[in-house]
Structure formats: C-alpha cells, structure tokens
C-alpha cells in the first residue's frame, strides 16, 4: 500500500557505511594473518570475508531502495 510517506534512509545509510568500515578492517585482519604465515587465521577470516560479501550486497540494494 502506497501512503505517499518516504522511508527515512540515514539511518541504513549509516549502517551501510559502518559495514563498509567492519569490512576494510577485516580484510586489515586478512593480510595481517597472511604476512604472520597464519593458516588457520587466514582461513578463518577468509571465510568470514566470503560470508559477508552476501550482506554487503543486500545491504547495499537495501540503501539504494530507500532513496
């Protein structure tokens, strides 16, 4: 149903940039566990970096619907 309102959109707009934050750091946390020779860090982290690709992209969808 179309009631004419607008979703306010700062707040997912944050959410998406905070996203984009956790994510860089992760990846910080990638290379760092590579150059320690980390396997298992590594692995671990590269897992979550694959994990949260598939929220990015919603996310992502999600913030440009809001406009």
Do not use: P, Y
């Not at 700062?10 to 990846?27: I, P, V």
């Amino acid at each position: 149903m179309d009631n004419g309102r607008k979703m306010k959109s700062e707040n997912l707009n944050k959410a998406h940039a905070t996203f984009e934050a956790f994510l860089k750091q992760l990846r910080a946390s990638h290379t760092d566990a590579i150059e320690c020779e980390d396997g298992f860090a590594e692995l671990l982290i590269f897992n979550l970096l694959h994990d949260s690709a598939e929220i990015g992209w919603q996310l992502a969808r999600a913030k440009e619907a809001a406009k």
